[in-house]
């Protein structure tokens, strides 16, 4: 699939930087003198949340393709996400240069905060399948799109945007600003009189929302706080006792006051008070760490975002493996990122666990125990594990597991991993019990004969000895070298 980026700042270059991510070569075209410079740091600071994010192993990226004209970068192009500035008049002229030059099946996304599909397409030769795709900041963090205009092609989109990790909500009825915009523009209309008016300041406006109800919309919303504030009677019972205030003057939502020099100068200084020690590349990465901290909570929690970063993670493990053929298998595969190292400079000790796990992750859905699998109610669980250490690895390292079946039987079977360095030398050995088991009613049950046949093939490779220390246990500290 051909990706086509036309605009490179800070919504475009978020597209660009989750497409790349998520293994697509995206060709784009943005006339601006920073363009690429812009992008680059877009690009470093995604790659960074996302190795913090996810404990997948990441696709290998897809790369930038700069191109010389719109006409270049749309040339061949499947989908198409346009993210010029907000002006209606440019829209139409960056469409109608697309639609010359791009195929006519080409999906054409536009990441306006704003305007309609309807005022999108005026003028245009294939006004079916331009769409309004609009994101939220960061684009390659934050998953939900706004998914305006409907038919085959919306369809179409929602897939495309699926596979990288993406929430797409369609919205039936067009709208202007959509739904998103329109509940913060209420809010933020509120803050400005508050601020104007002197009664708070931006920090302590943004303290109540990120010490407060912030917290409970990250992962609940509106609708579902509400409904636990109205107690066991539920939402009939909270509309109840808290609608009457909707008619009180509390709120200046149909106002806006006017932002002349004096409130324009009152919030930036506030602003810069509040938060000028932090460049903004600072304060993006603050804000992605902060993020990703919460995106693993609820991904612990199955809830919310968390169902989106497991079902994306799922699709890394399922991905083509490194080497599926010959034996020992070769089908996972880590690099050693930054954070995965403590302060002696070496990778941590959890990291060779993970690496292992994500290995047995591999494994299981290289013999069809994958997501679809254990939607059924079905799993493999881990019951005990062996790790030997063997050499220290720094950051950057691409380490290979290869991986053997030691056994198996009705309801067990066992894995040996050794991880490798490009050198082919171990680092660090991992031996796996794991039972099948029934997730509903936890407890160990027979494999079906798919499995059990998988393993079978799997197993009649292994026709070299078992390493020596297989089956092992921790060697016995003697007296003489405990006290040596």
Known sequence: MKIAAIGGGVIGGGWIARFILSGHDVA??????????????????????????????????????????????????????????????????????????????????????????????????????????????PVYLLPVVEVVGGGEAAGRACEILTEIGMKPVRIAREIDAHIGDRLLEAVWREALWLVHDGIATTEEIDDIIRFGFGLRWAQMGLFETYRIAGGEAGMRHFLGQFGPALKWPWTKLMDVPELDEALIDRIAGQSDAQSGRHSIRE???????????????????????????????????????????????????????????????????????????????????????????RAQGRSAYTVESHIRHLAEVRAGELLTVETRLLGHDAKRFRLHHAILREDGSEVATGEHMLLHVDTGEGRAIPMPPALLEALDRVAAQDRVPHPDHAGAGIRPVRQKEATA
Not at 37 to 46: D, F, M, S, Y
Not at 117 to 137: C, D, K
Not at 344 to 367: K, P, W
Request: without cysteine; charged residues 25%.
């Open 28 to 137: 784009v075209y943005d006339p601006h003198a920073e363009a690429q410079r812009i992008v680059g740091e877009v690009l470093a600071n995604a790659t960074r949340a996302w190795e913090k994010l996810f404990q997948a192993p990441l696709p290998r990226p897809g790369r930038i393709l700069w191109a010389g004209s719109l006409a270049e970068a749309v040339r061949d192009a499947d989908y198409i996400q346009e993210s010029v500035p907000e002006r209606l008049e440019l829209k139409h002229r960056i469409i109608a240069e697309i639609e010359a030059a791009a195929p006519e099946t080409a999906l054409i996304g536009s990441s306006t905060s704003g305007f309609k599909p309807s005022e999108l397409r005026q003028g245009a030769r294939h006004p079916g399948r331009i769409l309004v795709a609009h994101p939220f900041n």
């Open 283 to 373: 304060l993006e990465r603050i804000r992605d760490d902060n993020l990703v901290g919460i995106f693993q909570a609820l991904k612990a929690n199955d809830w919310g975002v968390g169902q989106t970063v497991r079902a994306q993670e799922d699709g890394f493990y399922a991905r083509a493996p490194v080497r599926a053929e010959g034996y020992p298998l070769r089908i996972h595969q880590a690099r050693v990122t930054g954070g995965w190292v403590d302060y002696n400079g070496h990778m941590t000790e959890f990291r060779y666990l993970q690496v292992l796990g994500d290995a047995t992750d591999a494994f299981v859905i290289h013999i069809g125990l994958d997501a679809d699998y």
